[in-house]
């Protein structure tokens, strides 16, 4: 399954928004894939990204 994910990160002092889509089983994964994902590229921890929304994509 395939799931659209918009949120946003705090780079500094601003806060950064952000669409990710990714394939996972299920919503928890998907979440965790994006934690992971933002966490490693833009080096910010988990309490620093905000997701807003998690939506199925068919």
């Not at 669409?19 to 833009?42: M, T």
Request: hydrophobic share 40%.
């Amino acid at each position: 399954m395939r799931y659209e994910i918009k949120g946003r990160f705090r780079n500094g002092m601003v806060w950064m928004p952000f669409r990710k889509v990714v394939d996972a089983h299920s919503e928890g994964l998907a979440r965790e894939k994006v934690y992971s994902l933002i966490g490693s590229n833009h080096k910010v921890k988990r309490n620093l990204i905000k997701i807003e929304s998690v939506e199925l994509v068919e």
